[in-house]
């Protein structure tokens, strides 16, 4: 089933996760217990990322360089197979723009189309390093071109001029950054380059992880007001950690409040330090209930204990 349609079937709010393929040669067998821990909650669709091939210079001995291609985590879209047919939940890989041709991109949505996926979350990603362009290739440079070219797909018109091309049936999710993306200048700028996803063929967004409620329920009603009427679904990650103070802030260019701040260097163990990430979650979800969500994400990655903590606290409102 679409994303679209559990949303718009459902008599409760659901939740859903995010998850990460193993690292490059690691085994799968930690998703299958993350996934089995977190079944009792009944997820209507998994997020699995997806990470574009770096390709990087290393300098010889001679003194020249040699070009080196370092991939991460593949495994995208064996564990959505995964997910779908040993689980039969909808998965929901990750789509790039980065590192990515047009041509390789319209490959991969003809083997997700064959696996029976039906769902794709369509995303810019992170610059990769320059490689050289082929003559006889293009590039999609923003999200909002994917969700095109997927679009395009969707009426059956592909790269090539093909007789009798099958239209695929894919549902297009797309990111939104409540607090703004690092690169936009500011909130109205980033509100635009939502509803061009948008009015491009997208069908529902996800937003970056924010932990100041007020931020995403401020930005959901500039949406609005600007004619944005998919469902925006807010995706949250339990803070586990004080490294994590630091550290997401610097990834995700996020703010996090001075309460939770305070809170979180004043916890005494690792212990102490979850059960103040997992309480601070719990207030977000019970905000975000109150305001009519259709959904809360959760960014879990492989890590369920924190997430399985938070739902026990949430099992009541659910």
């Known amino acids: 089933m679409k994303v679209i349609e559990h949303l718009e079937r459902t008599q409760k709010p659901l939740v859903s996760v995010e998850i990460i393929p193993p690292k490059r040669g690691g085994s799968v067998q930690q998703i299958y217990d993350a996934i089995k821990s977190i079944q009792h909650y009944d997820p209507p669709f998994i997020d699995v990322t997806s990470h574009a091939a770096e390709v990087i210079w290393e300098e010889q001995k001679d003194g020249s360089f040699k070009k080196k291609t370092k991939r991460k985590s593949p495994g995208t879209f064996g564990l959505c197979a995964m997910i779908k047919y040993k689980f039969n939940i909808d998965p929901v890989p990750h789509l790039l723009c980065g590192g990515f041709s047009r041509e390789e991109t319209e490959d991969a949505l003809i083997e997700l189309n064959y696996l029976g996926i039906e769902n794709i979350l369509a995303l810019r990603g992170d610059k990769t390093p320059l490689r050289i362009a082929r003559e006889d290739r293009s590039e999609n440079r923003h999200a909002s071109d994917l969700v095109r070219q997927i679009g395009d797909m969707n009426h059956g018109k592909y790269i090539d001029d093909l007789m009798d091309a099958v239209p695929t049936n894919f549902c297009v999710g797309v990111a939104f950054y409540p607090e703004k993306h690092?690169?936009?200048?500011?909130?109205a700028f980033d509100l635009?380059?939502?509803?061009?996803?948008?009015?491009s063929g997208a069908h529902y967004g996800v937003s970056q992880m924010f932990?100041?409620?007020s931020r995403y329920i401020s930005f959901v009603k500039a949406a609005r007001e600007a004619g944005i009427t998919a469902p925006l679904i807010p995706g949250l990650k339990i803070l586990t950690s004080k490294n994590q103070l630091?550290?997401?802030?610097?990834?995700?260019?996020?703010?996090?409040p001075q309460e939770l701040t305070e809170r979180m260097l004043a916890?005494?163990?690792r212990e102490e330090e979850v059960a103040v990430g997992v309480e601070w979650a719990y207030q977000q979800c019970i905000e975000l209930l109150d305001s009519g969500v259709p959904c809360l994400h959760f960014y879990i990655m492989q890590n369920t204990?924190?997430?399985l903590l938070l739902m026990d606290k949430l099992k009541k409102k659910l």
């Open 211 to 213: 932990y100041d409620t």
């Open 246 to 256: 630091t550290l997401l802030p610097e990834i995700f260019r996020l703010d996090i």
């Open 192 to 199: 635009n380059i939502l509803k061009l996803k948008m009015d």
């Open 182 to 187: 690092f690169q936009s200048p500011n909130l």
């Open 267 to 269: 916890a005494k163990g």
């Open 305 to 307: 204990k924190p997430f």
